[in-house]
């Protein structure tokens, strides 16, 4: 805007020195030779008329002349008068004329004065009156335009020079990650609904930065979780091999079966947690497949059988259909309800089952503490776990239910949380055939 103030500063100045410049081209003497060659000219032809009628001047009053005058003789007293009504303090002497700046001559009659004629119009005055006019307009009309312009000035710098300005460090602000500070809306500027927009955009990024720091608070959690759940099962493994390798050099050899037993429940729930692990990251990165084939539903008993080591789970008869599943990834999802109700119930499982629609509903319920309502759609999110278990020395990575839920969207299906009563109970909406 400076450089536009100066442009109008600068056409302002030249405006006025032509406006000068007008002014003194009027004004100079020279400019005023047609009007006084026209007064005298007029002046001749009355003063000429007058001698010819000087004996009747009323006859005079049968021309026109253009022009106001009287006739006096040489004392001074009015004998013709072209204007019909006289001012009372008007008095018409020579001297008056001289004094006034009007035209005057004198009548000649056989080479005597009788009288003179004066004008009553002094030409340079209405040249200079119109000159001056003139000037005047002009320069009214230059201040009138300066200001206008001044005005649209204020105008553009208030309704898109300074929204603009503002915008614009609001998106170095932005750039900076200063994503605190708030964009002032004006909608009475063309930028409004813009500036409106850039601010939910903050708002925007303001929340993702948020998300992401605490998905990152929350990737570092679940380093330090999985470490402890891991060194658990591990610390097991190295106990029980300890004693058995003991127990071999020793020739005992009763209670190996269930030694042997424990480290490979161990390592299964070693398996469970990588697998989580590894699932989530291959979601993470965009490349997690699943590859669904038809299978018998029957498939399902034997993946809870391979899951419920504390024989908790009371299973209804399978329906004998089709389901079209990845048994691996199916094998996983119904692994983690199980684990999950056996490390915050600990209770008994109800396993039942019914045909709806296109689906096998598989409907998986502990008699545990539940869930609260207010927690019911949030317990399927990554690395969420309840608040109920949040800084408790239970075990848990947020992952379990996450991984179920992904792994049922992905074979078409779905899972279904729900805490009516007691318990838990998780649905399973698994395809047919």
Known sequence: MKNYYKIVIVIAII????????????????????VRGRDITVLNDITMNAG??????????????????????????????????????????????????????????????RGYVILLEDGLGRLHSLRNGMILGLIIFGILLV???????????KNII???????????????????????????????????????????????????????????ELVASLSHDLKTPITGIKVTTE?????????????????????????EQIDVLVSDLFSSTLEDLGEFKVSCTDEKASVLGEIIAKYDDKSKVIAADIPDVLIRIDTKRMSQVIGNI????????????????????????????????????????????????GKQWTGSKQEGSGLGLYIA????????????????GEGLSITLLIPLS
């Open 52 to 113: 010819e009628y000087w004996n009747n001047l009323e006859k005079l009053n049968e021309k026109d002349y253009g022009a106001d005058y009287v006739i006096l003789n040489t004392e001074n007293a009015v004998l013709f008068s072209s204007i019909k009504t006289k001012k009372n303090d008007e008095v018409y002497s020579v001297q008056s004329a001289i004094k006034k700046g009007y035209p005057y001559s004198y009548i000649m009659i056989e080479n005597t004065a």
């Open 15 to 34: 405006y006025f020195l032509a406006v000068l410049g007008l002014w003194y081209f009027f004004g100079r003497e020279d400019s005023s030779d047609s």
């Open 147 to 157: 200001f206008i312009a001044c005005m649209y000035g204020k105008y553009i710098e």
């Open 405 to 420: 839920k992904m792994l049922m969207e992905k074979m078409d299906g779905e899972l279904l949380p729900e805490s009516k």
């Open 338 to 385: 199980i684990s999950n109700s056996y490390k915050y119930a600990g209770t008994k499982i109800d396993v039942s089952y019914r045909i709806e629609d296109e689906f096998l509903e598989m409907i998986i319920k502990d008699y545990g503490p539940g869930v609260p309502e207010e927690e019911l759609s949030l317990i399927a999110n990554k690395f969420y776990r």
């Open 162 to 220: 300074t929204p603009f300005n503002n915008m614009k460090n609001f998106a170095g602000r932005i750039a900076e990650g200063k994503l605190d500070e708030v964009l002032v809306m004006d909608k009475n500027n063309m930028f409004g609904t813009f500036t409106e927009s850039f601010d939910i955009m903050r708002e925007e990024l303001d929340a993702s930065r948020k998300r992401e720091v605490a998905l990152q608070r929350r990737e570092r």
């Open 243 to 267: 004693l058995l390798k003991a127990k071999l050099e020793a020739g005992k050899t009763e209670g190996m079966e269930e030694k042997l037993d424990n480290i490979y429940k161990k390592t």
